[in-house]
C-alpha cells in the first residue's frame, strides 16, 4: 500500500529496482511525488509510499500502460549481465523510446562513463570530453544516449542523460568496484581490486546521482544534452579502503590487485569478471571526471566525503565479494 498522494503530486515512473532505482524511487518520494517503481519482478525491499509493479521492460506496450499520465519516466536499468548487454539492450532501449514517444513522459537515462577511454593527460573528464569506447558495453551504451538526444533535438521526445561514475552508497556490496570489498575488510581479510591501488579514481554518490535525475527531470532546460553527477574530488582504491576500515574501526586491510592474466582466467568460469577485464583500463590509470557544470546549472552538489564513506562502510559490510 502506499500513502496518501497529495492532489498536486506529479506520477514519476522508475524503471529499474537496483540500487540506483531503488536510491531515485526513495528522493522522489520525499518530494512528495507519486512513485511507481518497475522492475520484471515486481517484488523486493518495501519503499514506503512507492507502488512496485512487475512489467517486462521489453514489452512496449506494456510499459506504455504503466508509464501513461507520469510526467517522467527513468531509466535505471541494467540487463541481468555484462555479458547478455548486446542481447538484452536493444529491446529494452527500442520500448523505452516508443514509451517516451507515446506517452510524452520525460526520459531520463541513468547512464554512465564507459563510452570514454583511457584518459590521455592531467584534464579531467568532462560531458565533452571525446568517446572512444573501449568494447562492445561502451559502444552500446554511447549508441544508445546518442539516439535518444538525437530523439530529442528531432522534437520527437524530450530527453536528458546523467552519466556517473562508479557508485558509492549503502546496500550496493558485489555491484560496486568500491563496495565489493566492505565485507573483506570488516573481518580482516585481503581486498581485491582492479587495477592500481594508487591511482586517483572519481566515485559517485548513488543519493546524488538520484537527485541529479530528479532535478533534470522538470528543469526543461537542462533536457536534451549530457550532465555528469555531482561527484566528490578523487580518492585512490587505497585511500578508500583506509578510509572505509577507520570508519569500521578495523585495521587497514591488506590490498592486492587482480593481474590481468588471472582476471582472463578467472573469466573463463565468470562472465562477468570477463567483461569487468574489458574497462580494467579505468583503474590502470586516473580515471577522474569533473561534474562542477551540473552543481552550477542545477544546484546540486556532491554530499560530504565523509558522509559518503560512513553510510557506504556501515551499509554494505553483509554483502559478498565477486572476488572472494
Same mark, same amino acid.
Given at each position: 500500500?502506499?500513502?496518501?498522494?497529495?492532489? %498536486?503530486?506529479?506520477?514519476?515512473?522508475?524503471? /529499474?529496482?537496483?540500487? +540506483?532505482?531503488?536510491?531515485?524511487?526513495?528522493?522522489?518520494? %520525499?518530494?512528495?511525488?507519486?512513485?511507481?517503481?518497475?522492475?520484471?519482478?515486481?517484488?523486493?525491499?518495501?519503499? *514506503?509510499?512507492?507502488?512496485?509493479?512487475?512489467?517486462?521492460?521489453?514489452?512496449?506496450?506494456?510499459?506504455?500502460?504503466?508509464?501513461?499520465?507520469?510526467?517522467?519516466?527513468?531509466?535505471?536499468?541494467? #540487463?541481468?549481465?555484462?555479458?547478455?548487454?548486446?542481447?538484452?539492450?536493444?529491446?529494452?532501449?527500442?520500448?523505452?523510446? *516508443?514509451?517516451? &514517444?507515446?506517452?510524452?513522459?520525460?526520459? $531520463?537515462?541513468?547512464?554512465?562513463?564507459?563510452?570514454?577511454?583511457?584518459?590521455?593527460?592531467?584534464?579531467?573528464?568532462?560531458?565533452?570530453?571525446?568517446?572512444?569506447?573501449?568494447?562492445?558495453?561502451?559502444?552500446?551504451?554511447?549508441?544508445?544516449?546518442?539516439?535518444?538526444?538525437?530523439? *530529442?533535438?528531432?522534437?520527437?521526445?524530450?530527453? $536528458?542523460?546523467?552519466?556517473?561514475?562508479?557508485?558509492?552508497?549503502?546496500?550496493?556490496? +558485489?555491484? /560496486?568496484?568500491?563496495?565489493?570489498?566492505? #565485507?573483506?575488510?570488516?573481518?580482516?581479510?585481503?581486498?581485491?581490486?582492479?587495477?592500481?591501488?594508487?591511482?586517483?579514481?572519481?566515485?559517485?554518490?548513488?543519493?546524488?546521482?538520484?537527485?541529479?535525475?530528479?532535478?533534470?527531470?522538470?528543469?526543461?532546460?537542462?533536457?536534451?544534452?549530457?550532465?555528469?553527477?555531482?561527484? %566528490?574530488?578523487?580518492?585512490?582504491?587505497?585511500?578508500?579502503?583506509? &578510509?572505509?576500515?577507520?570508519?569500521? &574501526?578495523?585495521?587497514?586491510?591488506?590490498?592486492?590487485?587482480?593481474?590481468? /592474466?588471472?582476471?582472463?582466467?578467472?573469466?573463463?568460469?565468470?562472465?562477468?569478471?570477463?567483461?569487468?577485464?574489458?574497462?580494467? =583500463?579505468?583503474?590502470?590509470?586516473?580515471? $577522474?571526471?569533473?561534474?562542477?557544470?551540473?552543481?552550477?546549472?542545477?544546484?546540486? =552538489?556532491?554530499?560530504?566525503? %565523509?558522509? $559518503?564513506?560512513?553510510?557506504?562502510?556501515? /551499509?554494505?559490510?553483509?554483502?559478498?565479494?565477486?572476488?572472494?
Amino acid at each position: 500500500m502506499t500513502d496518501q498522494i497529495p492532489h %498536486n503530486a506529479q506520477k514519476h515512473v522508475v524503471i /529499474g529496482a537496483g540500487p +540506483a532505482g531503488r536510491a531515485t524511487a526513495t528522493h522522489l518520494k %520525499n518530494l512528495e511525488h507519486q512513485v511507481v517503481l518497475i522492475s520484471r519482478s515486481g517484488s523486493g525491499p518495501t519503499i *514506503h509510499g512507492v507502488e512496485r509493479v512487475a512489467v517486462d521492460a521489453t514489452d512496449a506496450q506494456a510499459l506504455v500502460r504503466a508509464v501513461d499520465g507520469a510526467e517522467v519516466m527513468y531509466n535505471c536499468m541494467n #540487463p541481468t549481465s555484462y555479458a547478455r548487454w548486446a542481447t538484452e539492450w536493444p529491446p529494452i532501449h527500442a520500448a523505452l523510446m *516508443h514509451t517516451a &514517444q507515446v506517452t510524452g513522459a520525460v526520459l $531520463v537515462t541513468l547512464s554512465n562513463l564507459y563510452m570514454y577511454g583511457p584518459q590521455r593527460d592531467a584534464s579531467p573528464i568532462t560531458p565533452e570530453s571525446p568517446e572512444d569506447p573501449q568494447d562492445d558495453k561502451g559502444r552500446i551504451r554511447a549508441r544508445m544516449d546518442c539516439e535518444t538526444l538525437q530523439a *530529442h533535438q528531432d522534437g520527437t521526445l524530450r530527453a $536528458v542523460v546523467v552519466r556517473a561514475s562508479d557508485f558509492l552508497g549503502p546496500d550496493i556490496g +558485489a555491484k /560496486g568496484h568500491g563496495t565489493r570489498n566492505i #565485507p573483506a575488510i570488516a573481518h580482516g581479510r585481503r581486498a581485491y581490486v582492479l587495477g592500481r591501488t594508487d591511482q586517483p579514481h572519481s566515485w559517485t554518490y548513488i543519493d546524488d546521482a538520484a537527485a541529479t535525475l530528479a532535478t533534470v527531470a522538470t528543469s526543461p532546460e537542462t533536457h536534451g544534452r549530457v550532465w555528469f553527477a555531482p561527484t %566528490n574530488a578523487p580518492v585512490t582504491q587505497r585511500e578508500l579502503a583506509d &578510509q572505509i576500515a577507520a570508519v569500521l &574501526q578495523v585495521p587497514s586491510p591488506k590490498i592486492s590487485s587482480l593481474p590481468l /592474466g588471472l582476471m582472463k582466467v578467472m573469466g573463463i568460469a565468470s562472465p562477468l569478471i570477463r567483461e569487468i577485464s574489458s574497462i580494467a =583500463y579505468q583503474f590502470k590509470g586516473p580515471w $577522474v571526471i569533473d561534474s562542477s557544470a551540473t552543481s552550477q546549472a542545477v544546484g546540486v =552538489y556532491p554530499t560530504g566525503w %565523509n558522509t $559518503v564513506v560512513r553510510r557506504s562502510a556501515r /551499509g554494505n559490510v553483509d554483502e559478498a565479494s565477486e572476488f572472494s
